[in-house]
């Protein structure tokens, strides 16, 4: 099957790699508007050749969609307007927005709307790596808009990267990616910046950093032209979990500034709570 990836970052590169590797993809086109991420994904051989959008699409029989999310946004519908048997695959973290702009296009069942739960902080085609996928989510959203045909050829490409799938609206998605996901690096970049205004030695926090701090800040290395757009899309949903998170925050402070160990001991115990859900939920 020849497929072509538009975007060649950590995630399209990644699925790209393996693909490639597995024996899923017999050839893997690239599509990306920044020259030195062409040149890059060539010279590693991340992709066997580079194509304009619309050479890829006429000569691929899926084309995966792993830009910033703003750009999805934007090519999807023009994807959808050429588009014949190919299937369109985005792997976007939020989903509603990709989702609802094509809806009622008349191409809409060519499109699946899914979203790989993995990732690390790097960026660009040398950031791709082998098995990044495997053992993790993936999400499909509103998988009743999407053909059987182009369901099942997404179910066999997830398979082949190891990702077993949960199935979504991309409401719920964009919901629960905000409690889950989004926050996790609002936290990460306000935290890198409260430490960055507050020590003015960067030796300081060289030296001093432990395991703690580092895996903390880690998404804080995260692209600002990849989350930009993420936490502009699913704002509405973003804002209430950050409410959340102050409430939370508030009921430190004052326990803290307190001294009340009593009520230390008891928020803290109450967020433990979370070792056995990330061990297993069941």
């Given at each position: 099957?020849?497929?072509?990836?538009?975007?060649?970052?950590?995630?399209?590169?990644?699925?790209?790699?393996?693909?490639?590797?597995?024996?899923?993809?017999?050839?893997?086109?690239?599509?990306?508007?920044?020259?030195?991420?062409?040149?890059?994904?060539?010279?590693?051989?991340?992709?066997?050749?580079?194509?304009?959008?619309?050479?890829?699409?006429?000569?691929?029989?899926?084309?995966?969609?792993?830009?910033?999310?703003?750009?999805?946004?934007?090519?999807?519908?023009?994807?959808?307007?050429?588009?014949?048997?190919?299937?369109?695959?985005?792997?976007?973290?939020?989903?509603?927005?990709?989702?609802?702009?094509?809806?009622?296009?008349?191409?809409?069942?060519?499109?699946?709307?899914?979203?790989?739960?993995?990732?690390?902080?790097?960026?660009?085609?040398?950031?791709?790596?082998?098995n990044l996928f495997r053992n993790k989510v993936a999400i499909f959203c509103d998988v009743d808009l999407s053909s059987k045909k182009a369901?099942?050829?997404?179910?066999?490409?997830?398979?082949?990267?190891?990702?077993?799938?949960?199935?979504?609206?991309?409401?719920?998605?964009?919901?629960?990616?905000?409690?889950?996901?989004?926050?996790?690096?609002?936290?990460?970049?306000?935290?890198?910046?409260?430490?960055?205004?507050?020590?003015?030695?960067?030796?300081?926090?060289?030296?001093?950093?432990?395991?703690?701090?580092?895996?903390?800040v880690r998404l804080a290395k995260s692209s600002p032209e990849m989350w930009t757009p993420i936490l502009a899309q699913n704002a509405k949903?973003?804002?209430?979990?950050?409410?959340?998170?102050?409430?939370?925050?508030?009921?430190?402070?004052?326990?803290?500034?307190?001294?009340?160990?009593?009520?230390?001991?008891?928020?803290?115990?109450?967020?433990?709570?979370?070792?056995?859900?990330?061990?297993?939920?069941?």
């Amino acid at each position: 099957m020849r497929i072509s990836v538009v975007g060649l970052g950590l995630i399209g590169g990644s699925m790209a790699l393996d693909l490639k590797a597995n024996g899923f993809a017999s050839e893997i086109i690239g599509v990306d508007y920044n020259e030195e991420h062409c040149d890059e994904a060539l010279s590693i051989k991340l992709v066997d050749r580079i194509l304009s959008i619309d050479l890829a699409l006429e000569q691929s029989e899926v084309m995966i969609l792993a830009t910033p999310v703003q750009h999805i946004v934007k090519l999807l519908p023009e994807v959808l307007n050429k588009v014949k048997s190919q299937v369109i695959i985005d792997v976007g973290s939020t989903k509603y927005p990709a989702s609802e702009c094509v809806r009622d296009h008349p191409s809409r069942g060519n499109y699946v709307a899914t979203h790989p739960m993995a990732g690390t902080e790097f960026s660009g085609p040398t950031a791709a790596i082998k098995n990044l996928f495997r053992n993790k989510v993936a999400i499909f959203c509103d998988v009743d808009l999407s053909s059987k045909k182009a369901i099942y050829i997404a179910n066999d490409i997830f398979d082949c990267l190891g990702m077993p799938i949960v199935k979504m609206t991309s409401k719920q998605h964009d919901l629960h990616t905000a409690y889950v996901s989004h926050i996790s690096h609002v936290s990460s970049f306000a935290l890198a910046l409260t430490v960055l205004k507050k020590e003015k030695d960067a030796q300081n926090i060289f030296n001093l950093a432990s395991g703690g701090f580092d895996s903390t800040v880690r998404l804080a290395k995260s692209s600002p032209e990849m989350w930009t757009p993420i936490l502009a899309q699913n704002a509405k949903n973003i804002i209430s979990v950050l409410d959340n998170y102050i409430s939370e925050l508030i009921q430190f402070r004052k326990a803290i500034e307190t001294q009340d160990t009593d009520a230390l001991n008891r928020i803290i115990g109450e967020a433990n709570k979370i070792r056995k859900i990330l061990k297993d939920p069941r």
